[in-house]
């Protein structure tokens, strides 16, 4: 029989307002959520959270989102999470995809479009019991 489980949601940014808006939303909507501000830190949690999805500022601090994007589509020890690039800089989806992004959102962006972009990117985190 298979279940929906708790879908596990890791937030890199480096602007903490947004950081803490958009956590307290997915929980409020029912996900799992880890959050980061610094590459670093986002890989160290990848591992362990092991997230369905990944929430990805490309420009933190000096940092480049895309290197951690690739780096979870192509190490083996990252699972193969979702990645959904948010970004203030217009990429073009096609581009995005370079680095293994699943898709991307430009910023500003309103809070139910990226619901529904959450939605569809993590509707297949089922386990069997």
Known sequence: MKTEVSKR???VDDDIDLL??????????????????????AEELIV?????????DVNLRGEDGRQLCWKIKHQ???RIAKVLI?????YNPSRAALFGADDILPKPFHMEFL????SGLTSDAVVSE
């Not at 808006?21 to 670093?40: F, V």
């Not at 948010?86 to 217009?90: K, L, N, R």
């Open 76 to 78: 083996p020890v990252y």
């Open 20 to 41: 803490m808006l958009l956590e307290r939303k997915l929980k409020q909507e029912g996900y799992e959520t880890e959050t980061a501000i610094s590459l670093p830190e």
């Open 48 to 56: 362990y959270f092991d997230p369905h999805l990944v929430l990805l």
């Open 9 to 11: 949601i890791l937030i």
């Open 86 to 90: 948010i970004s203030g800089f217009d």
């Open 115 to 118: 619901l529904n972009r959450i």
